[in-house]
């Protein structure tokens, strides 16, 4: 595969100083780097947290986009809202969100933080239910939808079933060699 004119690749071999040492999944070296173009920042490694909240946002807004199309997601409510109001409570309902993190309980169940622009809420998923293996397989940073009860103080979301959205395939143009 050719790279347009316009565009330079740099390896590991480029770097002076880099030494192939893994620690499990990235790569550690001292090597000097020097920014030639780009936004760079000496404060926090060069990154702010804000730099990734359009990037969320956006990713939340058009997976949640896709998981509404089904008639069942279709009516789901923000997570702020259910958790404020009472006649919520008990009740049958649907939330579409972001995970933010996810861990066993010690009675074996799956608890999940899900978080949409409104609010957070853990949201336990039981072991004893059918959707329990697509529960262990939740990581952080995925949208998903849960259908459910509130617990009756409202801090906790007992999940029924869990769905991910149906992304479809991005057929890319190949580059012109």
Do not use: W
């Amino acid at each position: 595969m050719r790279c347009p004119p316009h565009v330079s690749v740099v390896t590991t071999e480029h770097i002076p100083g880099f030494t192939r040492v893994r620690d499990g999944t990235r790569f550690l070296t001292e090597a000097p780097v020097d920014v030639i173009r780009g936004a760079g920042s000496y404060e926090n490694n060069g990154v702010d947290f804000t730099d990734f909240i359009h990037y969320f946002r956006d990713r939340y807004n058009q997976l949640s986009t896709i998981l509404r199309t089904h008639k069942i997601y279709a009516g789901a409510m923000p997570i702020g809202g259910i958790a404020r109001n009472s006649r919520y409570y008990n009740m049958d309902i649907v939330l579409i969100g972001m995970v933010m993190d996810v861990r066993n309980t010690k009675n074996g169940h799956r608890m999940a933080m899900l978080e949409d622009p409104t609010g957070m809420i853990n949201v336990l998923f039981n072991k004893s239910h059918e959707h329990f293996a697509e529960a262990e397989r939740l990581i952080p940073d995925e949208v998903i939808a849960v259908t459910g009860q509130l617990s009756s103080d409202g801090s906790l979301f007992f999940a029924n079933s869990l769905a991910r959205p149906d992304i479809p395939p991005v057929n890319h143009a190949p580059l012109p060699e």
